[in-house]
């Protein structure tokens, strides 16, 4: 049973950083596309960046230069470390897997099978 355990969330100044982990188990395989999300209260959640097996990323234009994602296969884990923090990042934050393709085909809440329970971020001024 694939397993997904957030952590690394906190409060931090504008301009910090900190760095969110995802254990993953449950899946062995080599093949996997993964994901962060955020949801700020009365939003959507939204894709923040993924990561295919390949090591290729994406983000969204919003954190572009500021996060990146990354994947320690050896201890199947799953990070993003997000600098110069802006209120605007405050939001809870959900690592995501599908494990269907080593590509990700689609970037949407629905494309992914998998989620784990989040874990806070809130930046303030």
């Known amino acids: 049973q694939v397993q997904l355990v957030e952590s690394g969330g906190g409060s931090v100044q504008a301009g910090g950083s900190l760095r969110l982990s995802c254990a993953a188990s449950g899946y062995t395989g080599s093949s996997y596309c993964m994901a962060w999300f955020r949801q700020a209260p009365g939003k959507e959640r939204e894709g923040v960046a993924h990561?295919?097996?390949?090591?290729?990323?994406s983000y969204a234009d919003s954190v572009k230069g500021r996060f990146t994602i990354s994947k320690d296969n050896a201890k199947n884990t799953l990070y993003l470390q997000m600098n110069s923090l802006k209120p605007d990042d405050t939001a809870m934050y959900y690592c995501?897997?599908?494990?269907?393709?080593?590509?990700?085909?689609?970037?949407?809440?629905?494309?992914?099978?998998?989620w784990g329970q989040g874990t806070q971020v809130t930046v303030s001024t």
């Open positions: 995501a897997a599908d494990y269907t393709s080593g590509y990700c085909h689609a970037l949407g809440v629905a494309y992914f099978g998998y």
């Open positions: 990561i295919n097996s390949d090591g290729s990323t």
